[in-house]
C-alpha cells in the first residue's frame, strides 16, 4: 500500500530561521502531493498541492517541489515566524476521482520561539 | 462560500455506550464526503466515504458506521463505544478530483 514518511517532531527554531521537513513517499500510482497544516484543537488546512512531477507548490512562504526520481516533496520556508507553529503534515492521494483517499504522514509538530 | 459544520464539538462517553456524530457540508451540491479518524497525537485515517445519498463505503473496519441521509449530511455511529475509539473524528469533503477539506473535529474520549 502507499506510504507516507516524514522528518520526527518535534522540531523548534528559532524566528527568522530556515525551515525544512523531509517527506518521501511510496506509491505504485501517480499521486498527487500535499501538505496540510493543523493547529492545535482544529481539522487539518490544505497549505498547497502539487498534482504534477517536477512541479512546485506554494503559499504563505512555504513551497515544496514534487520529486518523482527522489520520490519526494519536501517542505521549506526561509523564515519561519511564532505563528507557523503547528503540526505538518506530507500526504498522497492517488485514487482520485470517487474516493480522495489522502494517506497521511505521521506529522511533524513545529514550535517557533521569538 | 461552502462551510463545513462538525457536532458535538467534544464528547465524553462511557464504554458500550452508543455513539452518534454528525457533519453538514453547505454551499456544494454533491460532494464527496468522508471521515477520518486521528488518535491523540497520531496520523490521520480515513474510515468512511460517500460519493451520493445513501452510499458509504468502509475504508477501515473499527465497529463502527456511516450512513449519509441527506447530500450535505454524514453521520457516524456505533452501537457500543470502545475505549480504542478515543480521538479526533474529522468531516471532510471534496469535488470530484480535488483537494480535501476538512471540518473542526469531535474530540471523543471514552472512558
Known amino acids: 500500500g502507499d506510504s507516507v514518511t516524514q522528518t520526527e517532531g518535534p522540531v523548534t527554531l528559532s524566528e527568522g530561521t530556515s525551515l525544512t521537513v523531509n517527506c518521501s513517499y511510496e506509491?505504485?500510482?501517480?499521486?498527487?502531493l500535499f501538505w496540510y497544516v493543523q493547529y492545535p484543537g482544529e481539522g487539518p488546512q490544505l497549505l498547497f498541492k502539487?498534482?504534477?512531477?517536477?512541479e512546485k507548490g506554494s503559499n504563505r512562504g512555504f513551497e515544496a517541489t514534487y520529486n518523482k526520481e527522489a520520490t519526494s516533496f519536501h517542505l521549506q520556508k526561509a523564515s519561519v515566524q511564532e505563528s507557523d507553529s503547528a503540526v505538518y503534515y506530507c500526504?498522497?492521494?492517488?485514487?482520485?476521482?470517487?474516493?480522495?483517499?489522502?494517506?497521511f504522514g505521521k506529522g511533524t509538530k513545529l514550535s517557533v520561539k521569538s | 462560500a461552502q462551510t463545513i459544520h462538525q457536532w458535538p464539538v467534544a464528547e465524553i462517553k462511557a464504554v458500550g455506550s452508543p455513539l452518534s456524530l454528525g457533519c453538514t457540508i453547505k454551499?456544494?451540491?454533491?460532494?464527496?464526503l468522508y471521515w477520518y479518524w486521528q488518535a491523540t497525537g497520531g496520523t490521520l485515517q480515513q474510515l468512511f466515504y460517500?460519493?451520493?445519498?445513501?452510499?458509504v463505503e468502509s475504508v477501515v473496519q473499527l465497529n463502527l458506521s456511516a450512513s449519509r441521509p441527506k447530500d450535505d449530511q454524514f453521520i457516524l455511529s456505533t452501537e457500543k463505544l470502545l475505549l480504542s475509539h478515543s480521538g479526533f473524528y474529522l468531516c471532510?469533503?471534496?469535488?470530484?478530483?480535488?483537494?480535501?477539506?476538512f471540518g473542526k473535529g469531535t474530540r471523543l474520549t471514552v472512558v
Open positions: 454551499g456544494k451540491s454533491s460532494p464527496n
Open positions: 502539487v498534482p504534477k512531477a517536477n
Open positions: 500526504a498522497l492521494s492517488d485514487q482520485g476521482g470517487s474516493n480522495a483517499k489522502l494517506t
Open positions: 471532510a469533503w471534496s469535488l470530484w478530483d480535488s483537494e480535501v477539506f
Open positions: 506509491t505504485k500510482q501517480y499521486p498527487t
Open positions: 460517500s460519493i451520493t445519498v445513501g452510499q
